[in-house]
């Protein structure tokens, strides 16, 4: 199958590649060569335009170019608002059979309940039928964002646009996720204790506190 990758050279998109390729797809990866990566001889790279401020115009500019590759499905990394979703599905309406889009946990309504936003009680295990969060925008107020995306970034409106489409979509919720390619080391210490084998953990207090808040 021809897969194409957009934004695959970052965290997880090298291990998404690698895998892709060993169950014997054929890979392309579209990426701005921001970053550093030695990607598999056998896979296509299409490299876009740089531009100073994060938007995604480059990938109707290389519309031609992708329907020239004609992928059967494209995985798109780094969809993070509701314009990004709709370049993506303008971009390749037409041109593939399905989009797979990274989407995140935080769609959840037990998102705003662990950070203190909501209290209702959210059944666990959580299913991909569970409630979403009521408020869009998660990161909107926060005075410092907790990862690097822009103050729009709304992964609710991403799969609303994409499941909406004329073209076939899937929706991937990741949890965290950590590796060896995670700049922000988000659960290093975390891990770091666990290694020292610590009788407790220490969440941070905001956790700690939307969790016993639950509880009294």
């Known amino acids: 199958?021809?897969?194409l990758i957009v934004g695959g050279t970052n965290f997880?998109?090298?291990?998404?590649?690698?895998?892709?390729?060993?169950?014997?797809?054929?890979v392309s990866v579209f990426h701005r060569g921001k970053t550093t990566i030695n990607l598999q001889p056998d896979v296509h790279e299409i490299l876009g335009v740089v531009y100073r401020r994060r938007h995604r115009s480059h990938l109707l500019e290389m519309k031609s170019k992708f329907?020239?590759?004609?992928?059967?499905?494209?995985?798109?990394?780094?969809?993070y608002n509701e314009q990004d979703a709709l370049t993506l599905t303008n971009t390749f309406e037409g041109i593939t059979q399905r989009v797979v889009v990274i989407s995140s946990m935080d769609v959840?309504?037990?998102?705003?309940?662990?950070?203190?936003?909501?209290?209702?009680?959210?059944?666990?295990?959580?299913?991909?039928?569970?409630?979403l969060r009521q408020q869009l925008y998660p990161y909107q107020e926060m005075p410092s964002r907790?990862?690097?995306?822009?103050?729009?970034?709304?992964?609710?409106?991403?799969?609303?646009?994409?499941?909406?489409s004329n073209l076939p979509g899937t929706?991937?919720?990741?949890?965290?996720?950590y590796g060896s390619r995670d700049v922000?080391?988000?659960?290093?210490?975390?891990?770091?204790?666990?290694d020292d084998?610590?009788?407790?953990?220490?969440?941070?207090?905001?956790?700690?506190?939307?969790?016993?808040?639950k509880f009294r």
């Not at 997880?12 to 054929?26: D, K, N």
């Not at 329907?67 to 995985?75: E, G, H």
């Not at 103050?151 to 646009?161: S, T, W």
């Not at 929706?171 to 996720?177: Q, S, T």
Request: zero cysteines.
């Open 1 to 3: 199958m021809k897969i």
């Open 12 to 26: 997880i998109g090298p291990s998404v590649v690698r895998q892709l390729i060993a169950m014997g797809h054929e």
């Open 67 to 79: 329907r020239q590759l004609s992928p059967q499905v494209v995985v798109d990394m780094i969809v």
């Open 108 to 131: 959840y309504r037990a998102y705003d309940v662990l950070w203190g936003k909501e209290s209702d009680v959210v059944p666990v295990p959580l299913t991909e039928d569970a409630s």
């Open 146 to 164: 907790l990862i690097a995306v822009p103050i729009d970034y709304e992964k609710i409106l991403v799969e609303r646009v994409v499941m909406a």
């Open 171 to 177: 929706i991937i919720r990741l949890p965290m996720v």
């Open 184 to 194: 922000r080391h988000r659960l290093y210490s975390y891990l770091q204790r666990m």
């Open 197 to 213: 084998k610590r009788p407790a953990i220490v969440l941070e207090d905001t956790i700690e506190d939307a969790i016993l808040s």
